[in-house]
């Protein structure tokens, strides 16, 4: 079995930083690509940032030079900082991982739990 693990997530101030951690746990082979998803109430899933085993990443436009997403493969975790939060970045943030477990060889896509993310004075 594999689980994501999010944390990090809370209440700020219009302007402020949160950083977001995913943890990957279980039988897991390899880890290609992770990422960060968001959802705001009443709006569909949108990609936020991508980033692959070597570390080139991908953002959404409206996260450029606001966010940066990172990783440590050898925690098998990957990170979402971010600052210069704005009230429409309030949404539930999902963490996902396109992993191959030991045994297999094919990936599959796993997601976290989500963590909240609220930007509000």
């Known amino acids: 079995q594999v689980q994501l693990v999010e944390s990090g997530g809370g209440l700020v101030q219009p302007g402020g930083s949160l950083r977001l951690s995913c943890a990957a746990s279980?039988?897991?082979?390899?880890?290609?690509?992770m990422g960060w998803y968001r959802q705001a109430p009443r709006k569909q899933r949108e990609l936020v940032a991508l980033?692959?085993?070597?570390?080139?990443?991908n953002y959404a436009d409206f996260v450029k030079g606001r966010f940066t997403i990172s990783r440590d493969n050898a925690k098998n975790t990957v990170y979402l900082q971010m600052n210069s939060l704005k009230p429409e970045d309030t949404a539930v943030y999902y963490c996902?991982?396109?992993?191959?477990?030991?045994?297999?060889?094919?990936?599959?896509?796993?997601w976290g739990q989500g963590t909240q993310v609220t930007v509000s004075s």
């Open positions: 996902h991982a396109d992993i191959q477990r030991h045994g297999y060889y094919h990936t599959d896509n796993y």
């Open positions: 279980g039988s897991i082979f390899s880890i290609n690509t």
């Open positions: 980033i692959t085993s070597g570390g080139s990443a």
